[in-house]
Nanobody, 123 residues
Framework: VQLQASGGGLVQAGDSLTLSCATS????????MGWFRQAPGKEREFVAT????????KYVDSVKGRFTISRDNAKNTVNLQMNSLTPEDTAVYYC?????????????????WGQGTQVTVSS
């Protein structure tokens, strides 16, 4: 399984950014997908997840109302729309695949990971 995250960059506080993650077709359509992030000196943390059909999503409290996760099963991609960004959102963002059907938010529950894309929000 290969995952390729893209869309990161340097933005100002209040700006928006959309991350995208392309995956292998054979795995994507029946897998739950997640976005995580890791800031310097901190552990990787859960950001958002979406089930295989797109009917269920879950977010960490700090991004609720600002971030939206979505998926396009026809294109084998999962996106993370990030609005009203703050410096606290600065991190490397990773997409991940969870093969089991249950929604989970822990790093250990995901099976495959992309390489990460840097998001930097200046104040």
């Amino acid at each position: 399984v290969q995952l390729q995250a893209s869309g990161g960059g340097l933005v100002q506080a209040g700006d928006s950014l959309t991350l995208s993650c392309a995956t292998s077709r054979g795995t994507f359509s029946r897998s739950n997908m997640g976005w995580f992030r890791q800031a310097p000196g901190k552990e990787r943390e859960f950001v958002a997840t979406i089930n295989w059909s797109g009917s269920t999503t879950k977010y960490v409290d700090s991004v609720k109302g600002r971030f939206t996760i979505s998926r396009d099963n026809a294109k084998n991609t999962v996106n993370l729309q990030m609005n009203s960004l703050t410096p606290e959102d600065t991190a490397v963002y990773y997409c991940a695949v969870r093969l089991a059907p249950e929604i989970r938010t822990f790093v250990r529950d995901y099976d495959y990971w992309g390489q990460g894309t840097q998001v930097t929000v200046s104040s």
